[in-house]
């Protein structure tokens, strides 16, 4: 929600039709000038009509839609039965979600309630069965309190996909049409989206009458009309990433960072390697207990951690108020999954920063990227040496300039007049300095990092450059894999009749183990399974991860093709 003297234009919550009680508390608050995604969609919503939104991450959805759907039901509800129910991909997201609908509801006393796994159903089953007037749950446990016949959607007026793009790549397609087919024929449907690809439109389609489109481009993210984030990208060797992030980090100097992994290893030794470099970062990925998770974040909340290394899944629905910066250690592999990631930060107004680290065959991605958010992002070189020395004695300085005002110095003068009756007081004052220097931020040499960027456009950097396309199906042009390698074929249960492209399996592999793109070879994709040969010494991980994990949203099972 934007803060006075965000938005474009001078109207601000009592514009959009909402009862003053609402308005007062909003104000209470702190916020003042509605959003542009907020000054559309809340006058929408008040009228009843279906909506097909789509905005960034962090442009103030929540209260897009939870004020109406306060300002429609009021004081009035009594029955225990819910009158809105939202959807939200993750436990994150919908604590969010729950905690924003609930001190915009004071008010009026509204009742809500977060529904979601990994937390005793008997409690919530209990919370349903007292009473209340707003659910927001995740659409797996929303469904097994449905099947349940505890969660009971005959009051529902209102209904609302949040996140709905990243709810459809997580699988839950299925469970948010049987949610869907249970409400009320009659009730209002609201999506909302970062990207708007055809499996959106295929379920607005089919759940939504007659929707509204609203559409707030990415260049009025943050309220005024400017970019809230620097979109930056470096070029550098793969040999040299954890050398260049380590620099960019010391240069940049966030207060706290996100960094993107594709895999669970990639997270735990990345993690690792910045911690032994003196960085405070923890990791973050599916295969860590809710436990484990509520504990890394609230390290990162509460300062006790700099940077948090997380794969994408991990970081779906995290909201940290002081994050700063966003870093993908590599390039994402859709443009959505990107738009996600630098979602994270700036959010409401506040600015951000978002790092992409990128091979040099990774160009064309990036290209690919700046094509589909229509967004520039800047190719620079990895700081020098020279700029990190610099940098360090900036902060060297500062430390410096700050004791300066510290009332305690006249306890070191009889130290200072001794010195300098032995050497100038020139040297001594650059000893001081250099002692200061070494012991903020040390003295270590530089590792060599080589420039790595090509000069020209973003779509012509790799021309002819082939490595990062998907295989053709049925053996057909260029061999995958790499030649000599002894490889062991698999069957994956789902094919052409499942969507299933090349790029897919791909990127599951890639995304889920230790493997490259590269080492994949060839791919044949029937109507109904696919084949893939893989190094014969990672088979088993791979069958292991790709049954762990969906391909195109669905479950696949895997195992050695038996022809």
């Known amino acids: 929600m934007g803060r006075a003297g965000v938005t474009a234009d001078d109207k601000d919550f009592s514009d959009l039709g909402l009862p003053g009680e609402l308005v007062a508390g909003v104000v209470e608050l702190g916020y003042e000038a509605p959003t542009p995604i907020q000054q559309r969609a809340i006058p929408a919503m008040l009228t009843g009509r279906d909506l097909l939104c789509q905005a960034a991450t962090g442009t103030g959805k929540t209260a897009a839609f939870a004020l109406p759907i306060l300002a429609r039901s009021g004081r009035e509800h009594q029955g225990t039965a819910p009158t809105a129910l939202v959807l ?6 919908c604590m969010q979600v729950a905690q ?3 001190r915009y509801g004071r008010p009026f006393g509204t009742r809500t309630l977060p529904v979601y796994g990994g937390a005793p159903i008997i409690r919530q089953i209990s919370a349903l069965r007292r009473g209340v007037d707003v659910v927001i749950a995740t659409p797996g446990r929303a469904l097994d309190l449905l099947n349940r016949r505890v969660l009971i959607l005959d009051d529902v007026a209102t209904v609302v996909l949040d996140e709905a793009d990243e709810m459809l ?3 839950f397609a299925e469970d948010i049409d049987a949610i869907l087919s249970a409400a009320p024929a009659q009730r209002q449907t ?33 309220g005024d009309g400017r970019p809230a984030v620097r979109q930056t990208a470096y070029i550098v060797a793969r040999a040299h990433k954890v050398a260049a992030l380590g620099r960019i980090l010391d240069v940049e100097s966030p207060t706290a960072t996100l960094v993107f992994c594709r895999t669970r290893d990639e997270v735990d030794q990345l993690a690792e390697t910045l911690n032994g470099r003196g960085y405070r970062a923890e990791g973050l990925h599916g295969g860590m207990d809710q436990a484990q998770r509520d504990r890394v974040m609230g390290r990162l909340r509460n300062g006790n951690a700099e940077l948090l290394v997380a794969t994408d899944v991990a970081a779906r629905g995290l909201d940290v108020d ?22 994270r930060v700036g959010r409401a107004g506040r600015d951000g920063v978002a790092i992409t680290i990128a091979e040099p065959r990774e160009q064309r991605q990036l290209a690919a990227i700046e094509r589909s958010t229509k967004q520039r992002i800047e190719i620079a070189k990895v700081p020098t040496s020279a700029d990190l020395r610099a940098r360090r004695l900036e902060a060297t300085r500062d430390a410096l300039a700050r004791t300066c005002l510290d009332d ?8 200072l007049g001794n010195l300098t009756d032995e050497f100038p007081l020139d040297v001594v004052a650059l000893a001081a300095v250099k002692m200061a220097h070494v012991s903020t931020v040390g003295e ?15 779509a012509r950097r790799e021309r002819g450059d082939r490595s990062d396309r998907g295989a053709k199906p049925k053996g057909k042009g260029k061999p995958r894999g790499k030649p000599g390698v002894d490889t062991t ?59 762990r994990t969906r391909i195109q949203g669905n479950r696949v099972k895997v195992r050695k093709d038996r022809h």
Request: proline share 7%; aromatic share 4%; glycine share 6%.
């Open 408 to 415: 305690d110095l006249d306890d070191y003068r009889g130290m």
């Open 100 to 102: 924003a609908v609930h």
């Open 322 to 343: 002081h994050l700063t910066h966003v870093i993908n250690f590599d390039v994402p592999a859709a443009p959505e999954s990107y738009v996600h990631r630098i979602g």
């Open 190 to 222: 609201v999506m909302f989206s970062a990207t708007m690809p055809k499996k959106i439109l295929k379920i607005a389609k089919a759940h939504l009458r007659d929707p509204e489109r609203i559409e707030i481009p990415c260049d009025v993210a943050s």
């Open 444 to 458: 270590a040499g530089e590792e060599y990092i080589p420039d790595a960027s090509i000069s020209g456009p973003p």
């Open 88 to 93: 939200a991909p993750t436990r994150e997201l």
């Open 489 to 547: 074929r698999l069957f994956i249960s789902a094919g052409r009749d499942a969507g299933v492209r090349p790029q897919d399996v791909v990127g599951a592999i890639a995304n889920e183990t230790r493997l490259s793109g590269s080492d994949v070879g060839a791919i044949e994709i029937s109507q109904r399974f696919t084949t893939v040969d893989v190094p014969s010494d990672a088979a088993k991980d791979v069958i292991a991860a790709l049954s």
């Open 169 to 171: 790549d997580m699988g």
